[in-house]
């Protein structure tokens, strides 16, 4: 294929992110840059106010955390269920439809169901509670079981879609390979460490780039269940500029940050993909 066939196939789907991509870029990067006072361009008072603020820097402490852990648990039970549920198993069908449920639903029903279950006098500590082990508080506000809360269920609701690209990874895979390892005396771990792992590394690539950079742009998971302060992401703490303190600059600076927080992240990911491909 000619590169000019390749831009001509590529103008319709360039020509749509375009539209609808391109008008709020310009929006909010002026937004940003616009002197909240004076109205003078280009301006740096939204940047510095947030930087100033206390929430700000607890939401970009939270984006350093929460997206990397939410992607890293993830990855490791999308590659154990995907691992498991790919042999000859009884009701494995019957399973993988069951770990793709949390997807399926809607995310709001599937975060306030998920609420209702963590709350003080919830499901949950109901459970803890009788087996005679004291009552946690998982939603407290900026609290270690409320960071946790907000990772385990938002990797919850996402890990079947690795789980996904996983499970058709490994069913492309040549079994031929595996069984003449296996022939040749090499243990169940062995095969996996040397064979199945490596052939799994362009889905996991693939994986590490769509999940890490939307994890980057988390925001209902901590909003519904901790709330704007509870466990502060960039997301949130944009929205609540712009929703309750109806501060434009300052939400579309804070977005501004995530952008290139985004783009800070995905480059050294494409690159070493590029290089692993080469």
């Keep these: 294929m000619t590169a000019r066939r390749a831009w001509l196939l590529s103008a319709p789907l360039l020509l749509y992110l375009a ?4 008008s709020p870029i310009v929006v909010a990067s002026r937004l940003a840059v616009t002197d909240p006072v004076t109205g003078a361009v280009p301006s740096l008072a939204s940047f510095r106010t947030i930087a100033g603020d206390p ?3 607890r939401a970009l402490v939270g984006n350093a955390i929460v997206p990397v852990a939410t992607v890293a648990l993830e990855v490791l039970a999308a590659l154990a269920l995907a691992v498991l549920l790919s042999r000859r198993l009884p009701g494995r069908r019957l399973v993988r439809a069951a770990v793709v449920i949390p997807f399926a639903l809607p995310e709001i029903v599937f975060l306030t169901i998920v609420r209702s279950m963590l709350a003080e006098r919830g499901y949950a500590n109901g459970v803890l509670v009788a087996s005679g082990v004291p009552a946690v508080d998982f939603l407290a506000p900026g609290s270690a079981a409320a960071y946790a809360s907000v990772i385990v269920v938002d990797a919850w609701r996402t890990t079947p879609i690795a789980f996904l690209i ?3 990874a490994l069913a492309a895979m ?3 390979i595996a069984q003449a390892a296996e022939l040749d005396g090499a243990s169940a771990w062995r095969r996996f460490r040397w064979i199945t792992l490596p052939l799994l590394r362009p889905a996991l690539w693939a994986i590490l780039l769509l999940r890490g950079l939307d994890a980057l742009r988390i925001f209902a998971t901590p909003l519904v269940l901790t709330g704007v302060e509870g466990v502060p992401v960039l997301s949130t703490y944009a929205f609540h500029q712009w929703t309750d303190q109806g501060d434009d600059g300052q939400a579309a600076a804070a977005a501004g940050v995530l952008a290139l927080l985004a783009v800070a992240a995905s480059v050294p990911l494409l690159r070493r993909r590029a290089e692993e491909a080469a």
């Design 174 to 176: 040549p079994a031929e």
């Design 166 to 168: 996983l499970l058709g």
């Design 19 to 22: 539209a609808l991509l391109a």
């Design 55 to 57: 929430l700000f820097r």
